[in-house]
């Protein structure tokens, strides 16, 4: 019988792609060069770099929260599991794309549209993937057997709001795009708060001794 494959490389990798996808971010802000209205103009005209900043930076911590909460109750992993992390992976990876795509064209009465609802479908997948790769956990059996089912209906449930928020927007993005990108912010800090689950999560994860 095969041995069921462990999570620590997993989690490393994905602690690694979260963490580079993350920085990336910021290359997105510059240093204003034209201050002939002065710097503290300067620096407010690029309010849109700052405001899509922080929506990927927030999206971006809470799924990395949320994927931690993950893995930590898994007791094994399978082939299709990785594959659904790697989704999860790409996708946030795209994130420093559609974050620079929003900043430059929030402004732009011809393209915001199309920017924001890129944005928006960038975060929704997002969202559904880590979704997605919980509840694969569960019916392959991967979840650790002592995690009770308030637990998991805590975790279930706390990663459900944020694909049907998103959608929401995303529909709102169609017509009032800039109110749209404010609810992303909205959703993606909300989404920070910790997932509730009862104690702490373990020091080692289930299955790695």
């Given at each position: 019988?095969?041995?069921?494959l462990?999570t ?6 994905s ?49 990395w ?29 795209l ?59 805590g ?55």
């Amino acid at each position: 019988m095969a041995r069921p494959l462990r999570t620590g490389r997993l989690e490393a990798f994905s602690d690694g792609v979260f963490a580079i996808a993350i920085t990336l971010l910021v290359l997105e802000l510059s240093v204003p060069t034209d201050v002939r209205d002065g710097l503290l103009h300067a620096i407010a005209e690029q309010w849109p770099s700052y405001l899509a900043y922080v929506i990927s930076f927030a999206a971006i911590g809470a799924t990395w929260l949320a994927h931690t909460g993950i893995t930590h109750h898994l007791r094994a992993m399978d082939p299709g599991l990785v594959r659904l992390n790697l989704l999860v992976l790409l996708l946030v990876s795209l994130m420093p794309f559609t974050t620079a795509l929003t900043a430059a064209h929030i402004r732009d009465e011809g393209a915001e549209r199309v920017a924001v609802v890129v944005f928006g479908c960038n975060l929704v997948l997002v969202a559904a993937a880590v979704s997605s790769l919980w509840r694969y956990a569960l019916r392959r059996g991967l979840v650790d057997p002592d995690l009770d089912d308030e637990e998991v209906r805590g975790l279930t449930t706390r990663l459900t709001p944020g694909v049907a928020g998103y959608v929401g927007l995303i529909l709102l993005g169609l017509a009032l795009p800039r109110l749209a990108v404010f609810g992303y912010l909205a959703l993606s800090l909300a989404l920070l708060v910790p997932v509730g689950l009862r104690g702490e999560w373990p020091t080692r994860p289930p299955g790695s001794e």
